[in-house]
C-alpha cells in the first residue's frame, strides 16, 4: 500500500504523510461488519451510504445496517442537552450488540462514539462498560480502508485535482483528514491542492448554523472562496454536514465547483458503477 500524499507546498514532490499511531488493529479482516450510516448521510447523501458499502463489500466483508439506527446524538449533546444526547446514543448501544466493528462513514460521527459515549454513560457501570466496548472497535471509513482492509486502490480516472475537506471535529478527534490524504495518494491520477483555510471550520457545526447564522454563513463564504481559488475542479470530504453547507453555498454563488463524498469518490475512481 502506497502511503504518499500531495504536500501542501506549491510544487511540493510526494513524501510521506505523517499518520498516527495506528491503534491495535487487527491482523485480518472481518468476515461482519456495522455500518452507521448517520443522519445526515441517510437523509442527504444516501448514494454515499451505499457506496461506502460497495468499497466494504468489495474487500469481502458483509456489511449488517440495522434499519432502526438515527443519530448518534452529537448536536444534542454539543448544544447541551446532555439527557436527550444519553438517551439517543442508548437506542444507538441497542443495535449494535455483536462484537463486530463499527464503520462510520463520517469522522465526527465516529468521534462521537469513540469519545463521547463514555462520558455519557459514566454514572452507569453497565452502559458504561457496553459504550466502551463499542468505541474500541468503532472506525471511521477512511481509517477502516486504510489499516484493516489494507486498501491498494487502482486509480482508473481521468486526471484531476481535488481539495479535501475535513471537519473539526473529525481531525482532532480521528485523524481522518491524514486517512484521506493517504487514500487519496494512491490514485496516481489526482492530485490534492491544499487551500487558504484548509484547517478552518466551514461554519456548519451542527446546531451552530442554526444558532448563529451570520458568523456561519461568513466562514463559509471564506471557506468556498478558498476552495474556489485553490484550482480544484472537485471538493472531497468525508463528512456529509460540512457537504451540505459547502455545496449550498456554492450553489448561491452560482459556482460550478461541488462537493462530493468521499467514498463516492474512491468508489467511482476505482472502476465502481461502470
Known amino acids: ?33 456495522y455500518l452507521f450510516g448517520t443522519c445526515v448521510l441517510d437523509l442527504f447523501f444516501p448514494e454515499a451510504g451505499m457506496d461506502a458499502i460497495r468499497l466494504l463489500e ?4 458483509r456489511v449488517h445496517f440495522p434499519q432502526a439506527q438515527s443519530c448518534c446524538g452529537q448536536p444534542a449533546y454539543t448544544s447541551g442537552y446532555t439527557d436527550e444526547a444519553r438517551e439517543v446514543a442508548r437506542a444507538q448501544l441497542a443495535l449494535f450488540e455483536q462484537d463486530w466493528p463499527l464503520v462510520v462513514p463520517s469522522g465526527s460521527c465516529a468521534g462521537m ?21 463499542l468505541a474500541e472497535r468503532t472506525f471511521e471509513l477512511a481509517e477502516f480502508l486504510l489499516y484493516i482492509c489494507k486498501v491498494e486502490f487502482q486509480d482508473q480516472g481521468a486526471p484531476t485535482r481535488i481539495a479535501l475537506h475535513t471537519s473539526c471535529s473529525a481531525r482532532r478527534e480521528m485523524n481522518t483528514h491524514l486517512h484521506g490524504r493517504a487514500l487519496l495518494a494512491q490514485l496516481t491520477g489526482v492530485e490534492r491542492v491544499d487551500h487558504d483555510h484548509e484547517s478552518e471550520c466551514c461554519g456548519f457545526g451542527g446546531t451552530f448554523s442554526v444558532r448563529m447564522p451570520d458568523i456561519s454563513g461568513a466562514m463559509v463564504a471564506d471557506k468556498t ?50
Open 58 to 61: 468489495r474487500e469481502g466483508i
Open 225 to 274: 472562496r478558498a476552495l474556489r481559488e485553490s484550482g480544484a475542479a472537485q471538493v472531497i470530504s468525508a463528512d456529509c454536514g460540512c457537504l451540505l453547507n459547502i455545496n449550498g453555498a456554492f450553489e448561491k454563488q452560482n459556482a460550478a465547483l461541488r462537493g462530493q463524498h468521499l467514498a463516492s469518490f474512491l468508489w467511482q475512481r476505482t472502476g465502481g458503477g461502470r
Open 113 to 133: 462514539v469513540r469519545h463521547h459515549y463514555a462520558e455519557l454513560f459514566k454514572d452507569e457501570p453497565e452502559t458504561l462498560a457496553r459504550a466502551r466496548a
Open 1 to 33: 500500500m502506497s502511503d504518499l500524499f500531495y504536500d501542501a507546498a506549491p510544487n511540493a514532490t510526494r513524501v510521506a504523510p505523517p499518520l498516527p499511531t495506528p491503534r491495535q488493529y487487527p491482523a485480518h479482516k472481518p468476515a461482519n461488519v
